[in-house]
Structures are given as structure tokens and as C-alpha cells.
């Protein structure tokens, strides 16, 4: 997958989300800029297909008619290739975009790449995060360290807040 990327500071909440343009699993490209007006779910996993990303993915799929009744937007970002994803979201039945970045540096710039503890070893990866970003395209909340049961109903709790719901 290329470098590793450069581990950048922890977003704080309230502050600006950094902008980013990736490709994605339903065609395209998809911008953080071009979502300003309604909030954002972004959650940074590992890899397509493995049991825990699986599971996060297809709880947000599963959550996703209440996501749109809130007039918000699931992205999923890895490392992963478009074709990865594309056969990632076939499989799953997923219909919200996957995004690809290789490099990792829209990863890094959301704070989920650095050190974590993998089958007892310390390795740099991945690290699952959700970030909520607001209609104004500030950072509402941050999950680092994500544990998937009981994921999704935090993040539809902070985007009910969002929007008064």
C-alpha cells in the first residue's frame, strides 16, 4: 500500500474539518466541501471484508434509512482500492460510498493512522475511528478506538443532537 502515512495530530472537536476529495465506491469522487449543509459520518476503518469492519459497515447500512431521515451522510474510508471496495460493497449490500485512500493521508489527517496493539504485538495501522462532522463542517464529535456493538447508536445519538431530532 505504498509509505506509511505521517501520524498527525488529534482532531479537536469544534475545530475545522480537513477538506479532502477521494474516490469512491459509487462513482467518482466525493468531497467533504461538497456536503457542507448537512452532517457528515465518517468512519475510518481497517480493511474490507474482515469480521469487525463488516460488522461497522453493515450496522451503518442497517441505520441508514434513519441517517437519511436526519438529512445526514455515511462515508467509509480505508486503504483499501476502489475495486476492494466495490467488491466489499457488493457483497454486503452496502449503498453509501467507501473511500480509498491508499496513501492514507486523509486517514492521517483525521487521526486514525499511529501505533496500536494487533494479536499482542505494537504495530502502525489503522486505528477505527468515527468522526462526526457537522453542517458546517466542524468536528462535532470523535470516536478513537472504536468498539463495534453499540457503535452506530452513539453516532445516530450525536447526529439526532445535530439536527435537533
Not at 474516490?23 to 469487525?52: E, I, M, Q, W
Amino acid at each position: 500500500m505504498g509509505a506509511k502515512p505521517r501520524v498527525a495530530p488529534a482532531l479537536r472537536e469544534g475545530a475545522p474539518a480537513p477538506d479532502f476529495e477521494l474516490p469512491a465506491s459509487t462513482g467518482g469522487t466525493v468531497s467533504l466541501a461538497s456536503l457542507r449543509g448537512r452532517p457528515v459520518v465518517l468512519f475510518v476503518y481497517p480493511k474490507d471484508n474482515t469480521p469487525g469492519c463488516t460488522k461497522e459497515a453493515c450496522g451503518f447500512q442497517a441505520a441508514l434509512p434513519e441517517i437519511d431521515r436526519l438529512g445526514a451522510a455515511v462515508l467509509g474510508l480505508s486503504r483499501d482500492s476502489i475495486e476492494s471496495h466495490h467488491r466489499f460493497a457488493e457483497k454486503q449490500g452496502l449503498s453509501f460510498p467507501l473511500l480509498s485512500d491508499p496513501g492514507g493521508d486523509v486517514i492521517a489527517r483525521y487521526g486514525a493512522w499511529g501505533t496500536k496493539n494487533l494479536y499482542g504485538r505494537s504495530v502502525e495501522g489503522i486505528i477505527r475511528t468515527t468522526i462526526v462532522i457537522d453542517a458546517d463542517g466542524r468536528v462535532a464529535r470523535v470516536f478513537p478506538k472504536v468498539r463495534v456493538p453499540g457503535h452506530v447508536d452513539e453516532v445516530l445519538a450525536v447526529v439526532r443532537d445535530l439536527q435537533g431530532a
